[in-house]
């Protein structure tokens, strides 16, 4: 984590490669095989995005941040696509998470910005993408939904 005039090209480029290039083809694989199109059943794609794609990652990870609008914009892009060949696409942004991954303080830094007053938990994310799994979201597609405590 770090400002952008501090981050190495490497840095910025595997966080592309992996958010952006690598969410794109693993989209296009799944809407081969799940498009009525390609002889598929269809079914339900959910995205995982981020609130940093909302908030922009000031002075942490700028690129990470442009990394998960990419995803927005697929969500929004394929799920108007390929609607018509029994695929939704949708997508889940969580915001504070708390998870391994978040280094030491990170989390208490940032919650005078989360209205709720706390983290959330992998579970509450694991719910959202559930939902949207779910018969329950039959017509939700191009939608993303932020799990973020009103972040």
């Known amino acids: 984590m ?5 981050a190495s090209t490497e840095t910025i ?5 992996v958010d952006t290039f690598g969410a794109l083809l693993c989209l296009r694989a799944a ?10 059943k269809g079914g339900s794609i959910v995205m995982i995005s981020s609130m940093a794609a909302v908030i922009g990652g000031a002075t942490e990870c700028i690129w990470y941040a442009a990394a998960k609008g990419a995803v ?6 394929a799920g108007r696509e390929v609607a018509k060949e029994g695929i939704r696409v ?3 942004s969580p915001g504070m998470i708390d998870t391994d991954i978040q280094p030491a303080g990170r989390i208490e830094k940032h919650m005078a910005g989360v209205p709720i ?5 992998a579970d509450e994310v694991a ?5 949207l799994l779910s018969d329950k979201a039959s017509y939700v597609t191009g939608a993303n939904l932020r799990i973020s405590g009103g972040r």
Request: aromatic share 2%; charged share 30%; hydrophobic share 35%.
């Open 72 to 77: 927005d914009s697929m969500v929004i892009g």
């Open 2 to 6: 770090s400002r952008l005039d501090e």
């Open 13 to 17: 480029r595997a966080a592309l490669d």
């Open 127 to 131: 719910d959202g993408v559930l939902y």
């Open 117 to 121: 007053g706390r983290a959330g938990t």
């Open 31 to 40: 809407i081969r095989r799940m498009s009525t199109k390609h002889g598929g």
């Open 90 to 92: 949708n997508g889940v």
